[in-house]
């Protein structure tokens, strides 16, 4: 990989993802999504951030979480096995 693209990589983040693949929970996101201990219970009193995500997600479409303008990441299908 060239230093350009290297560095274009790491400056967006992408480091993170492939780290997060490769990890036990990566890879239980895909075979074992139950053994994934860190969780959020939705129900249907959650607030409107929550359901435009659940919205944005059943449209196979990705969602930015932003705190202070900063991204802290991106969230898309990809990211799950699937959407109910």
Same mark, same amino acid.
């Given at each position: ?24 929970? %990566?890879?239980?996101?895909? /075979?074992?999504?139950?053994? /994934?201990?860190?969780?959020?219970? /939705?129900?249907?009193? +959650? +607030?409107? +951030?929550?359901?435009?995500? /659940? ?20 969230? %898309?299908? +990809? ?6």
């Amino acid at each position: 990989m060239s230093t350009e693209r290297k560095d274009n990589f790491l400056s967006h983040s992408a480091n993170l993802r492939f780290y997060a693949l490769c990890s036990v929970d %990566g890879l239980n996101s895909y /075979i074992a999504p139950e053994k /994934i201990k860190e969780q959020i219970e /939705i129900s249907s009193d +959650d +607030d409107e +951030d929550i359901s435009r995500l /659940i919205n944005v997600l059943e449209k196979n479409e990705f969602i930015r979480l932003v705190k202070e303008g900063q991204t802290l990441f991106t969230i %898309g299908t +990809d990211n799950s096995l699937s959407i109910p």
